[in-house]
């Protein structure tokens, strides 16, 4: 599983519909690879951004290279790839990212 899979599963709360495409049941919409791209893309990785400042993340950057959520730090060539990689850390060490309480909050 890449970190961008593993961050649309654990943190955006996709379902894997087909090996190349994801569901957003929340918005009942059909997400493709190609469509989510948060490593080269600096919108796509502000919907993770938006995501876990709702389940009670603070998201800090220096703007150009460095993106943390809370104790939790990415670095990265763009700040895009920077936010990707902290969410990554965040879903290897935070079980808050793998257990259902998070789907609690987000009901």
């Keep these: 599983m890449t970190k961008t899979d593993a961050i649309a599963r654990r943190v955006l709360g996709w379902k894997l519909n087909r090996w190349d495409r994801w569901f957003d049941y ?3 919409v059909f ?3 190609s469509e989510f791209q948060p490593v ?3 919108l796509h990785a502000m919907l993770i951004v938006e995501r876990l400042e709702k389940l009670g993340y603070t998201f800090t950057s220096n703007g150009e290279n ?5 104790q939790y730090k990415g670095t990265g060539e763009t700040l895009a790839e920077a936010i990707t990689n902290a969410a ?3 879903i ?3 079980s808050v990212v793998t257990s259902t309480s998070l789907w609690r909050k987000l009901s």
Excluded: C
């Excluded at 460095?66 to 809370?70: D, I, M, T």
């Design 26 to 28: 929340e918005r009942g």
């Design 88 to 90: 990554y850390a965040i």
């Design 31 to 33: 997400i493709n690879d």
């Design 40 to 42: 080269q893309n600096l």
């Design 92 to 94: 290897e060490n935070d």
């Design 66 to 70: 460095e993106a943390l959520f809370n």
